[in-house]
């Protein structure tokens, strides 16, 4: 109408009290030697505000039943990819985009519901499978790129936070696939932290931070784990520190560093401490001391030689 709402169209299939209810069905041509039919689905125009709402949705289910599920699939493909499925917002003028939420309901029973996303797999000789990508929106030229997030909601009133686990798959005929975390390059400013940490408590001992290289049953050796400060094109390089936890009432930690047991027909690891080589003035210092006490004596500094038992001692 021109001075109130526009005329409804409401289609709806027929109710039964026994067997289930009536389908209403809405199928695009068939097309023998082109593209089939297209089915499309929009809301009005507001010319002067916004446009209807589109709603697709199941009932509520009865008192002995479930909602229905809502199925959103391309067909298959005999000749080619197979179609597409694209969810967007469109684009804004004097705001910003839309958003797009995915999210299970809650329940009272059972454990939460699973959101899964998973890409494609291929039987295709030497190729990949679908990779998946996330990416946050750029910002504008003042602004910073949005945030990417990844936690687990909090544990309840006698439970625990949920376990994020990263990492790839198992290799039958191959190296497995690496993980790599790291912060991009920066111009006119600082490459950004990168921090791994763990979380405060308040019963027992602090969470441990495990760093372990690849063990491997072949002739080839361990896995290795390398810390390096950053280089310094223009000045001194980037430092590395270990240091133990600090215990405010009682000791602070300690710090082990040591080569493992040898195998029955080898020899331990060597312990190397060493400064690295200056050209232009002094090389590095090395200190070897224990810290200051008060109202203690200072600790004991002690070099020795293993013992053995067969030729000289070391």
């Not at 790839?168 to 920066?186: F, M, N, R, V």
């Not at 931070?209 to 390398?226: A, M, N, Q, R």
């Amino acid at each position: 109408g021109t001075s109130g709402v526009g005329g409804l169209v409401s289609m709806w299939a027929g109710k039964s009290t026994t067997l289930a209810g009536g389908l209403v069905s809405i199928s695009g041509g068939v097309g023998t030697a082109n593209t089939g039919g297209a089915v499309s689905i929009s809301s009005g125009e507001g010319t002067a505000t916004s446009s209807g709402v589109v709603t697709i949705r199941s009932a509520n289910s009865g008192t002995a039943g479930v909602s229905g599920k809502l199925v959103f699939s391309s067909g298959t493909s005999n000749g080619g990819n197979s179609g597409a499925i694209v969810m967007g917002t469109g684009a804004a003028t004097g705001g910003r985009g839309g958003l797009v939420g995915l999210s299970v309901g809650s329940g009272t029973s059972g454990v939460g519901g699973m959101l899964y996303l998973r890409s494609g797999d291929t039987s295709a000789t030497g190729k990949n499978g679908g990779e998946i990508s996330m990416m946050t929106g750029s910002g504008s030229a003042t602004g910073q790129s949005g945030a990417l997030t990844m936690k687990t909601a909090n544990g309840g009133a006698s439970g625990t936070s949920g376990a994020i686990t990263m990492s790839t798959g198992t290799s039958p005929a191959g190296a497995s696939g690496s993980i790599t975390i790291k912060s991009d390059a920066a111009t006119g400013g600082a490459g950004g932290d990168i921090v791994l940490s763990v979380g405060a408590g308040d019963t027992g001992a602090g969470g441990d931070l495990s760093v372990s290289g690849g063990s491997t049953s072949s002739t080839g050796v361990g896995g290795g784990i390398e810390a390096t400060g950053g280089t310094s094109s223009s000045s001194t390089g980037g430092s590395v520190t270990i240091q133990t936890g600090e215990g405010t009432a009682t000791s602070s930690g300690v710090v082990t560093i040591r080569s493992a047991n040898s195998g029955a027909s080898g020899v331990s690891g060597s312990l190397v401490f060493s400064s690295g080589t200056s050209k232009g003035g002094n090389s590095g210092a090395l200190y070897l001391g224990s810290g200051a006490a008060t109202g203690g004596r200072g600790g004991l500094v002690s070099i020795s030689a293993g013992s053995g038992t067969s030729g000289v001692g070391g």
